[in-house]
């Protein structure tokens, strides 16, 4: 999938969808005896239809509008009538992208930074996940709780668990310091974690606490779609349980993985809460991740403009990885078919 | 539809030393660190404050349940709590509804642009929330400024919103638990007279009951916990709980036990519902996502 292609096909075929049912529902309403090939051929759009209109709402026709911003002087003047707002060309892009000066410097640095916490906490969240599920695959006592206590950060809400971890890292009353500082005697002060170099690490620490469990949860629902004689075959053929683990689980868990990854990345990178509620409206330079960083220039300068050229790069970004991951991904998955 | 919930056993064979020990050790930590700040949590609601304000201290000098009475007066939690409760409840109810008819078209019928339109309502999942943050805003107060429907600050807005936020996850996996159950039967109510509509809430929502189940729990979770869109489409009326819950941090010092009991209150709910419906997201999950 290319980004370009994904873009024409998006506002090309979309609007056929509406403008193809308004013939329809005449049809719907017609002799109900006599199913005619238009209402056979109407009836599945009829039912797309209240999702079709609420994902052109709120994701394609705003995605669409961001595009259009982006080439805007959108300032906060114009926030009542953007259509007025003079034309910029791409102004808002070489304002992104000039790495020497302030603005694009600090979005280079908020990249660079997301890329690195991206690739640590979904590799972190994928190992502990998998190596939970495939420890916990066969049953042993105490196993439904640990499956319950496992899916407890995931099923709680980001806020509630997030200001939990920033009270535990605050510097003077919290746990972390406690432990490190008072009890085993780590550190000659206690370290501040929410601030300066060290948000980077508490960020990372309480993104992996939140993601692993939906790892967990995706490969344990993959592990049993595995058929149970592969293990009786393996076993019968000698095969302890760390080669059955080796030979036949992780290489089973294959197509899962794929989706999972993608997944986790896709979220991770995009990841506002998390940072937000840690740090804030304005996060340390260190933590400080894209959709955090996106939002704060935005709505502090009020400069929609640039805010939207900079979204619009990152999009692109996506676009271009994922198509990446998922070619290069399928043909490894083809050729180790064949 | 797959009626096994257990995974299936490795291997008839004892397992071995070694690996026992990992898993012993691997488990009882990741329980430790999974565990701590739910410690953390509901052992600091039960705290005084002079507790929660000097060192930590990993037993509570004394346990009280002040901050519970407290976390009502501090903020108008209750106000914020029926806001989110609305807001989740409508969102779900919507998302679900319409997942379930679009499921429902590209599970059993053939038709022109299917492809596109699975497509098309997955990749949005990728976009992100910011990109459309910025010019959601901006229709949502135009929309204002034309018509008088006040969708931006209002409920109504931020459900429009979250109702989109589930659907693409929605309808897939509904897709996959929808393709599990045998085509014969829907093909037999429609012979007995049943139409379109008829097969699907007779036939197909009765056996996809723990599909739909598992897709409302994360629809309600996902509305339930959402901050980005919260932060700027609510006001003071409308505030949910996920902006809400700052507000104790808002003075200068700020009352660490009542955070966590609040904290602890909003988290029950969605907790509680998760864990007693988890098993139909597994299954749901083998049946619809991970295929």
């Given at each position: 999938m290319s980004p370009d292609a994904t873009m024409t096909t998006t506002a090309i075929e979309k609007p056929g969808g509406p403008t193809a049912l308004r013939h329809d529902p005449g049809a719907v309403r017609g002799p109900r005896r006599r199913p005619g090939r238009l209402r056979t051929l109407g009836l599945p759009y009829l039912l797309l239809l209240p999702a079709l209109v609420l994902e052109l709402l709120v994701h394609l026709v705003p995605m669409l509008i961001g595009i259009v911003m982006s080439f805007k002087e959108l300032t906060q003047f114009f926030?009542?009538?953007?259509?007025t707002a003079p034309w910029a060309g791409l102004d808002n892009y070489a304002v992104s992208v000039d790495f020497h000066a302030p603005v694009g410097e600090a979005l280079l640095n908020s990249f660079l930074t997301t890329c690195l916490f991206t690739l640590l906490s979904v590799g972190l969240c994928w190992l502990i996940g998998t190596a939970a599920a495939v420890f916990m695959q066969e049953t042993f006592r105490g196993r439904g709780v640990l499956r319950a206590l496992f899916l407890v950060p995931y099923a709680l809400p980001v806020y509630a668990a997030v200001i939990t971890w920033a009270f535990m890292f605050q510097?003077?009353?919290?746990?972390i310091n406690h432990v490190?500082?008072?009890?085993?005697?780590?550190?000659?002060s206690p370290p501040f974690w929410?601030?300066?170099?060290?948000s980077f690490v508490t960020l990372l620490v309480v993104s992996v606490w939140k993601g692993w469990p939906f790892a967990f949860l995706i490969v344990m629902a993959g592990l049993?779609?595995?058929?149970?004689e592969i293990y009786e075959a393996a076993a019968l053929d000698g095969a302890g349980v760390w080669q059955q683990i080796r030979r036949i689980t992780l290489p089973s868990l294959r197509p899962v993985n794929q989706v999972l990854v993608l997944v986790l990345f896709l979220w991770t990178f995009n990841d506002f809460n998390t940072p937000f509620v840690l740090f804030g409206r304005a996060a340390p330079e260190a933590a400080d991740l894209v959709s955090l960083h996106i939002y704060q220039s935005s709505f502090q300068t009020w400069n929609f403009g640039t805010g939207s050229a900079m979204s619009v790069l990152l999009l692109l970004f996506l676009l271009v990885v994922t198509g990446v991951y998922l070619t290069v991904t399928s043909r490894g998955r083809k050729s180790a078919d064949a | 539809m797959p009626s096994h919930s257990r995974p299936a056993p490795r291997s008839p064979m004892a397992a071995p030393r070694s690996f026992l020990w990992s898993r012993a050790v691997f488990l009882t930590l990741l329980t430790g660190f999974v565990l701590l700040p739910v410690y953390v949590m509901v052992s600091s609601s039960l705290k005084p404050l002079a507790d929660v304000s000097g060192k930590f201290q990993w037993i509570p000098s004394e346990l009280t349940l002040t901050p519970y009475r407290d976390i009502w007066k501090t903020v108008p939690l209750a106000d914020y709590f029926v806001n989110s409760l609305v807001v989740a409840g409508s969102a779900t109810v919507c998302s679900v509804v319409i997942a379930v008819f679009a499921a429902y078209a590209v599970s059993r019928y053939a038709f022109r642009g299917k492809r596109v339109f699975t497509v098309t309502v997955l990749s949005?999942?990728?976009?992100?929330g910011i990109l459309f943050l910025l010019p959601l805003f901006l229709i949502y107060v135009n929309i204002g400024n034309a018509?008088?429907?006040?969708?931006?600050?209002s409920r109504g807005g931020l459900i429009l919103t979250y109702m989109t936020f589930s659907l693409p996850f929605s309808i897939w996996m509904l897709i996959g638990y929808f393709d599990s159950v045998p085509r014969d039967l829907d093909e037999a109510a429609k012979v007995d007279g049943c139409g379109p509509l008829g097969a699907l809430f007779r036939v197909i929502v009765p056996a996809a009951v723990p599909g739909i189940v598992a897709v409302a729990v994360y629809a309600f979770m996902t509305a339930w916990g959402e901050v980005l869109f919260a932060s700027v489409m609510t006001n003071d009326t409308t505030r949910t709980l996920a902006v809400g819950l700052q507000g104790y941090a808002g003075?200068?010092?700020?009352?660490w036990n009542q955070v966590m009991a609040a904290s602890l209150v909003v988290s029950v709910p969605v907790v509680a519902g998760f864990l007693l419906l988890q098993r139909y997201l597994v299954t749901g999950l083998t049946a619809g996502a991970v295929k």
């Open positions: 926030i009542r009538d953007w259509g510097r003077d009353n919290g746990l490190l500082h008072d009890q085993l005697g780590l550190t000659d929410l601030i300066g170099e060290n049993q779609n595995i058929p149970r | 949005t999942q990728m976009f992100p018509t008088g429907i006040a969708l931006f600050g003075q200068n010092d700020v009352y």
